[in-house]
């Protein structure tokens, strides 16, 4: 490790989580205070370099891949005080700051404070969440950038930016959501809740025809959505592990608030898994009351298989008849895929609701705030054999028939003519946005092959 005016930086190569990307920067910085954030920047423009940031590198987009400065903001981990303001409690945060530790130090606030939502891994952090426009399973909490009230970035001319709904709400809804554009997100500020309610979580296993058949199978799945805090379902195709016959049920998870008070100990603990799949074995029938946190971050994955993942988000019919659509021919078409190859096996689809975001490079974007969003996900272990190519397909059918956008931190970069559709539709969004990145970043400095094909000639 070299250091540069007291930051260390390496020459380490960079690969993500899901294994799908990597890159060989000609730095890699590891800041851990704004005056180190300021030398890099500095650096940056002396040299005449591009910089990129990551956080946990759970992303599967090209967001972090740079050949220039690379801003690893992990160490960035600080947590201010939480403060009772007129909007409510608030909390400031450094971008690195993990979903964990926010958690941890929420509920050891007096009174204890939550998220009212969240993504479901407590690893990433949330330079990574806020800057993708991330999103949990609520439905009233719409996207995690929609819960921030305040911003502070390092631009690329060296100056610090705060933006927030007072000061000029056009620039803030930007920043809100800025695909790591508008320099190094150094802060940011976040509304949140006294825990006075918990969860109920109720988890269920139903067959297709239960959820997905019948003429009113829409209005249906509406209610259960309008019902609850939140809902999520996923399906993955075989029965058993390792096993050719297919799974014909839907694991639904539903969320609902109540004022019981937390279980203190974990029903599931000791039951062996009802589930016959390492990737979903902490899966288990039944209700618990769980406090908020608990209930968001249940655990997913064998602790070995890293997977990849392409998702969108489409605008819900009002009578949900496109969601029943979409979700039963993706089981089918993901049931071909899976069958065609032994080594296919290892896939599973998913899909929550969220209202809209008023962000305007929000997948979920929509004047409407009672607008309802169908987000959508398949997704398979790393090693799947021609997965990002079948994947971009089921986008694609999306984009045709929903006319989906692809949630900016998954698979979409390789979804045949996604660069053309993402200019023309959210198009004078796209114009204003580039308009305010533009004052910030005027030499294109935060521009990688991601993002220049999106904001190019603008
Ligand atoms: C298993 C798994 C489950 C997931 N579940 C969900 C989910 O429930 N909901 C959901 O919405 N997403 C989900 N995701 C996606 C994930 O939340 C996003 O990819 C998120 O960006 C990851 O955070 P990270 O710290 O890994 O960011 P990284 O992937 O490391 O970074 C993403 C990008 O954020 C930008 N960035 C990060 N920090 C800064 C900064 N300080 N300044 C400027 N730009 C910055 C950079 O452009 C960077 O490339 C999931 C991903 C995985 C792998």
């Not at 220039?68 to 971008?95: A, D, F």
């Not at 009174?111 to 990433?124: C, D, G, K, R, W």
């Not at 003429?215 to 999520?232: F, I, Q, R, Y």
């Not at 694609?396 to 996604?418: F, M, Q, R, T």
Request: hydrophobic share 35%.
């Amino acid at each position: 490790m070299a250091v540069i005016n007291d930051v260390s930086f390496s020459d380490d190569s960079w690969t993500n989580w899901g294994k799908n990307l990597t890159s060989q920067p000609e730095a890699t910085f590891y800041p851990n205070k704004l005056e180190d954030l300021k030398v890099i920047v500095r650096e940056a423009k002396a040299n005449n370099k591009k910089i990129r940031c990551a956080g946990t590198g759970h992303s599967w987009c090209g967001a972090a891949v740079t050949d220039g400065y690379l801003v690893s903001v992990n160490n960035m981990n600080k947590i201010h005080p939480p403060k009772e303001t007129n909007q409510g409690w608030t909390v400031t945060i450094e971008s690195g700051v993990t979903v964990e530790e926010l958690d941890l130090a929420l509920r050891a606030h007096s009174p204890p404070l939550a998220l009212p939502s969240n993504v479901h891994p407590t690893s990433v952090r949330y330079g990574g969440i806020l800057t993708m426009g991330c999103h949990g399973p609520s439905l009233n909490s719409r996207t995690m950038s929609d819960m921030i009230t305040e911003l502070v970035i390092l631009n690329a001319e060296g100056n610090l930016v705060t933006y927030s709904e007072d000061r000029d709400p056009e620039a803030f809804n930007a920043a809100s959501l800025n695909l790591g554009l508008f320099g190094i997100v150094y802060t940011a500020t976040l509304r949140v809740e006294v825990m006075n309610t918990r969860f109920l979580a109720r988890d269920s296993e139903r067959t297709f025809e239960t959820v997905f058949d019948g003429p009113d199978a829409g209005l249906k799945l509406k209610a259960m959505v309008l019902k609850n805090d939140s809902t999520e379902f996923f399906h993955w195709p075989f029965r058993h592990f390792m096993k050719p016959e297919q799974n014909r049920t839907i694991w639904v998870k539903e969320w609902e608030r109540t004022t019981e008070p937390a279980e203190k100990v974990n029903p599931n603990l000791n039951r062996p898994p009802t589930v016959d799949n390492p990737f979903f074995s902490e899966f288990h029938a039944g209700e618990r009351v769980q406090e908020i946190p608990d209930a968001l971050h249940f655990h997913l994955g064998d602790g070995v298989t890293t997977i990849l993942d392409a998702g969108v988000g489409f605008k819900v019919d009002n009578d949900f008849k496109n969601v029943i659509e979409a979700f039963s021919e993706l089981i089918e078409k993901n049931w071909a895929f899976t069958t065609s190859m032994p080594e296919r096996m290892g896939t599973a689809v998913e899909m929550r609701f969220i209202k809209s975001s008023s962000k305007i490079l929000s997948p979920a974007y929509d004047q409407d705030p009672e607008a309802i969003f169908c987000m959508i996900d398949v997704m398979a272990t790393s090693e799947t054999p021609g997965f990002e190519e079948y994947a971009g397909g089921i986008v694609a059918n999306w984009i045709e028939k929903y006319n989906a956008k692809p949630h900016w931190p998954k698979l979409w970069e390789s979804v045949p003519g996604v660069v053309p559709y993402l200019r023309r539709e959210y198009g004078d969004r796209l114009v204003r946005f580039n308009k305010i990145r533009k004052t910030q970043d005027p030499n294109d400095m935060f521009l990688n092959n991601t993002w220049r094909p999106l904001m190019q000639d603008l």
